[in-house]
């Protein structure tokens, strides 16, 4: 996998249906451990909630997993984790709280309180994209050193440290996909003299 889109920060938002408050909470988590541990702890803070619904997908194993937590089946836990998977969202949480008003939504007003919350859950946590990206150094003269940090920029990278010493060595990211034709128009502005050396490999944000 080349990409995926996640969840950029921990959020929430809520709003109220027939005198029921609902609450989605949402946020980024990589692993079974992680999400057992928000819906836990979303649970534990909102121990008087009617309902702590929840679903949640992972990339290691396609992991997708939700709760109904009580509300009639169907109507709150799969309808939460099809909207992470129409968003084409993994590697997140949604825990959706609910305190009931005294008002009965029935099985189609739930779908829409439940989908609305994780909605509104995803929309408050930021979707992200997150590549596969190559960290890149080059080390070059001071001359040069003035194109490079705007090759750099120009062609997608994100610069994260530079090193002025005798030379100039600059520490940046890029998608892998990217580096052979950056490596292509360093070489040839360079005139050969400058190519970038990959140090590592990892997923980032790219937007």
Sequence with gaps: MESYKTIRKEALDEYVVKKSRFIGHIK??????????????ISKKHWDATHNVYAYILREGGVKRFSDDGEPQGT????????LEKSG??????????????????????????????????????????ALCARLQV????????????????????????????????????????????????????????SAEKTDEFFADVD
Aim: aromatic share 10%; hydrophobic share 40%.
């Design 76 to 83: 709150s836990g799969i309808p939460t984790l099809d909207v």
């Design 89 to 130: 969202l993994t590697d997140c949480c949604v825990v959706t709280t609910r305190y009931f008003g005294g008002i009965m939504l029935g099985a189609g007003g739930l779908v829409r309180a439940y989908s609305h919350s994780a909605s509104i859950a995803v929309a408050a946590g930021g979707i992200v994209t997150r």
């Design 139 to 194: 080390t070059c003269d001071y001359y040069f050193y003035g194109k490079l940090s705007s090759l750099v920029p120009e062609n997608g990278g994100i610069i994260e440290d530079t090193i002025f010493e005798d030379n100039v060595t600059l520490i940046f990211r890029l998608p892998c996909s990217d580096v052979d034709s950056f490596n292509a128009k360093l070489i040839d502005i360079s005139n050969g003299k400058y």
């Design 28 to 41: 980024p988590v990589t692993t079974q451990e992680e999400a057992l541990a928000f819906i836990q702890e």
